[in-house]
C-alpha cells in the first residue's frame, strides 16, 4: 500500500466549470475525510465518511460542494459552478475507527480557478 | 472562531539549538493533541501527539509538553537539524482534526 492517493495534483480550470477530485485512502482505513487550505491557513475540515455513510457534511462550504464514497472505498470531491475563490489545496486523509492520533493525509489536489 | 491558534507565523534556529513551537486551544473537551510537519508540494504527515491525561510525550528529538490549565501545548525540537525546516501544524482531536494555522520553521547551519 503506497499511501493516500490524490489526483489530478493540479488542476486549471476556467470560473463556472465543475471539477471532479479522487482520494484513494490506504485499503484498511475506513474513515476518509476531506480537507481545504488556503494560503497561510491550516487545513480546514470539509467532510468525513466512515466505510460508505457521510457522517458530516455541514461544514462544506456551499451547496456547489458534494463529495461521495460510494463503495467505501474510494471517494471523490465536486466543486460546481467553480468560482475564483474556490482556488486552494484539497486534502484527503485517512484513518482507522478510533485512532485519534493521526490521519495519513496525501498529497493534495491543487486547484487553480481562472 | 479559531479553536487551534499559533500565533507565530514565523520561527528561524540555528542548527543544533532547540525550537520550540507553541499552540493555544479554547475547548476543554479536546482529547488529543498532535503536531503534523509539511512540505511544500505535500500533504502534511503526523509527528507525535499527546493525549489530554498527560503532560508529557517524547519521541526521539520531539517532545510535546501540554499545559491543559492554561490551554497550551508545546513542540520541543532537540537539537534541531535543516531537515526540520518545513511547515508545522498543530491539531486537536474533537470529532475531526482542527488544525491552526501554521509555524514556518527555518533552520540555518
Known amino acids: 500500500d503506497t499511501g493516500v492517493s490524490q489526483n489530478p495534483r493540479h488542476k486549471i480550470t476556467k470560473r463556472g466549470q465543475n471539477v471532479t477530485f479522487r482520494c484513494d485512502p490506504i485499503s484498511e482505513h475506513n474513515r476518509l475525510y476531506w480537507y481545504r487550505q488556503t494560503l497561510g491557513q491550516g487545513p480546514e475540515f470539509l467532510t468525513y465518511f466512515q466505510n460508505e455513510a457521510q457522517l458530516e457534511k455541514s461544514r462544506l462550504l456551499s451547496d456547489r460542494f458534494s463529495a461521495e464514497r460510494p463503495k467505501g472505498s474510494f471517494s471523490t470531491l465536486e466543486i460546481q459552478r467553480t468560482e475564483q475563490g474556490d482556488s486552494a489545496m484539497y486534502l484527503c486523509?485517512?484513518?482507522?475507527?478510533?485512532?485519534?492520533?493521526?490521519?495519513?493525509f496525501g498529497s493534495g489536489t491543487r486547484l487553480t480557478v481562472v | 472562531d479559531q479553536q487551534v491558534k499559533q500565533n507565530s507565523p514565523s520561527l528561524s534556529v540555528q542548527e543544533g539549538r532547540i525550537s520550540i513551537l507553541n499552540c493555544d486551544y479554547t475547548?476543554?473537551?479536546?482529547?488529543?493533541f498532535l503536531w503534523y510537519k509539511k512540505y511544500p508540494a505535500e500533504g502534511p504527515t503526523f509527528l507525535i501527539s499527546?493525549?489530554?491525561?498527560?503532560d508529557k510525550n517524547e519521541d526521539g528529538r520531539f517532545t510535546v509538553f501540554l499545559n491543559k490549565s492554561a490551554k497550551h501545548l508545546s513542540l520541543h525540537i532537540v537539537p534541531s537539524q535543516p531537515g526540520d525546516s518545513a511547515v508545522y501544524f498543530c491539531a486537536a482531536s474533537g470529532q475531526e482534526l482542527i488544525f491552526g494555522t501554521g509555524t514556518r520553521l527555518q533552520v540555518f547551519p
Open positions: 486523509a485517512s484513518s482507522l475507527v478510533g485512532v485519534n492520533y493521526g490521519y495519513t
Open positions: 499527546i493525549s489530554s491525561i498527560k
Open positions: 475547548n476543554s473537551m479536546f482529547d488529543y
